[in-house]
């Protein structure tokens, strides 16, 4: 009979609780912000190297990460509160069938979400946001990281478990890796082998990779158990109750994607507005719009006098442009 690795006792259970706050609370914090330097590093290299297009190619993308995000979470978290609670139990069989099981189900949405992004790109990217200008960087940075989802969610739900397991510094340091690697890559793919949006998204990537081979490393040295093949085996009743567990993580991880393309969605109904509708007190029209210049800064008026903006003007004051060399009309006329 394999022994189980049963006197190795969580930390949970034996460290007072300010100490273990401050065991794996700060561990956490700082996973979390290194994580973050993935999108920050990209979209600063992006922008010094390939311009805004390319910074709003990568927002274009950005969503499909998060969607990944959310579910890993999911599952990874869900793992680690059903692994505590069966520690907390002693049932170290269920304990070790529920990390399999998380692992097992994370493997087969990561590759599934992978693999509709990637067939479905086109439209996806366009539901994102991604404009004609935008459309190339995005498919050529969407197409790279769509490949490197599953070593984006792997780790992170793995990492979640790892935690739990109690070994918040190794979850950290597989994820600070993947970060340095993202930083240092990035520059040498845009700027020397000047790669633009796809060597950024390669760095990224590499990085994701790293940080897998760490997480799944893990997998073999569990303090609380040794892993075997039978974790693996699918049971319907744990991974309901995994995927229960880790719920509200998804929601709000989720949550932030519907912010996201609210937020985008009424900043560009507030441009629209502004542009038809904002009002200047000083000026002798009602309105003034985006690109008319204020009276008291340019007492000459339009700059471009053939802008759509001074046809405008001229429409609000009972004129409007006919043909080339006919002048204008009144057109109450």
């Known amino acids: 009979m394999e022994k189980e690795v049963a006197e190795a006792k969580s930390p949970f259970a034996t460290e007072p609780i300010g100490r273990l706050i401050l065991k794996f609370a700060v561990p956490c914090v700082i996973s979390l912000l290194v994580n973050s330097l993935y999108n920050i590093v990209d979209q600063i ?14 927002n274009a993308v950005f969503p499909i990460t998060i969607v990944a995000l959310a579910l890993c979470l999911m599952i990874g978290d869900g793992g680690a509160v059903y692994l505590s609670l069966k520690l907390g139990e002693g049932d170290i069989a269920s304990a070790k069938r529920g990390v399999g099981n998380a692992i097992v189900m994370v493997v087969a949405v990561s590759i599934v ?5 990637l067939i479905f790109i086109d ?5 994102f946001g991604a404009t004609d200008a935008l459309w190339d ?3 050529q940075y969407g197409t790279i990281i769509g490949f490197g989802l599953p070593f984006m969610m792997i780790p992170g739900a793995i990492n979640s478990m790892i935690r739990a397991d109690g070994s918040p510094k190794y979850a950290m340091m597989s994820m600070a890796l993947g ?10 793919f845009i700027f020397i082998f000047h790669m633009g949006v796809q060597g950024a998204a390669i760095a990224t ?3 994701q990779v790293a940080t897998f081979i760490m997480a799944v490393t893990y997998l073999f040295r569990f303090k609380t158990f040794r892993i075997d093949r039978t974790a693996f085996v699918l049971k ?7 995927l229960s567990l880790g719920i509200s993580s998804f929601i709000t991880q989720f949550a932030i994607t519907i912010v996201m393309a609210l937020t985008n969605n009424l900043f560009g109904f507030l441009r629209r507005f502004v542009r038809l509708r904002f ?3 000083h000026d002798g029209h009602r309105y003034r719009h985006e690109g008319q210049p204020d009276p008291h800064l340019h007492p000459g008026g339009y700059r471009r006098r053939g802008s759509a903006d001074h046809r405008l003007q001229l429409w609000r004051q009972g004129f409007y442009p006919c043909e080339k060399g006919a002048g204008h009309r009144d057109r109450s006329l």
Request: proline share 6%; net charge positive; aromatic share 10%.
């Open 279 to 281: 009002r200047n007190p």
């Open 123 to 127: 439209p996806i990217l366009k539901l």
């Open 113 to 117: 979400l992978a693999a509709v992004f």
């Open 45 to 58: 290299f992006i922008g010094w190297g390939v311009g805004y297009l390319g910074n709003g190619a990568t």
């Open 137 to 139: 960087y995005a498919l």
């Open 179 to 188: 970060a340095v690697l993202n930083t240092i890559l990035d520059p040498v």
């Open 205 to 207: 990537v590499i990085g």
């Open 236 to 242: 319907a009743k744990t991974c309901v109750t995994v």
